[in-house]
């Protein structure tokens, strides 16, 4: 009943920029907070940024000051513009959004992935 959707990601050398979206789209009656979380190979997967239906962020320290998360509440999209990459960025990004489905009430739904590569 609900999908969600990233595009973005590739590879980008050092100090670059790059910017990831999400959409969802489906069964939705409304969606709390919307966010990403990466995981690189070997390690646990870990938050990025979110961002509330209120627009409160919050950003893991290792992202904080290079990384913007947005968010367009009519299109139900999130977005998350990466400046100064570094090689330690490198890894697969998943868009994450929790929400209130008809029929089924709350749930979180995950993106397929996209990969982000920083070398150079």
């Known amino acids: 009943q609900v999908q969600v959707v990233e595009s973005g990601g590739g590879l980008v050398q050092p100090g670059g920029s790059l910017g990831l979206s999400c959409a969802a789209s489906?069964?939705?009656?409304?969606?709390?907070?919307m966010g990403w979380y990466r995981q690189s190979p070997g390690k646990d997967r870990e938050l990025a940024a979110t961002?509330?239906?209120?627009?409160?962020?919050n950003y893991a320290d290792s992202v904080k000051g290079r990384f913007t998360i947005s968010r367009d509440y009519a299109k139900n999209t999130v977005y998350l513009q990466m400046n100064s990459l570094k090689p330690e960025d490198t890894a697969v990004y998943y868009c994450n959004v929790d929400l209130y489905v008809y029929g089924l009430g709350y749930r979180t739904y995950w993106g397929q992935g996209t990969q982000v590569t920083v070398s150079s």
């Open positions: 961002i509330t239906s209120g627009s409160n962020t």
């Open positions: 489906g069964s939705i009656v409304s969606i709390n907070t």
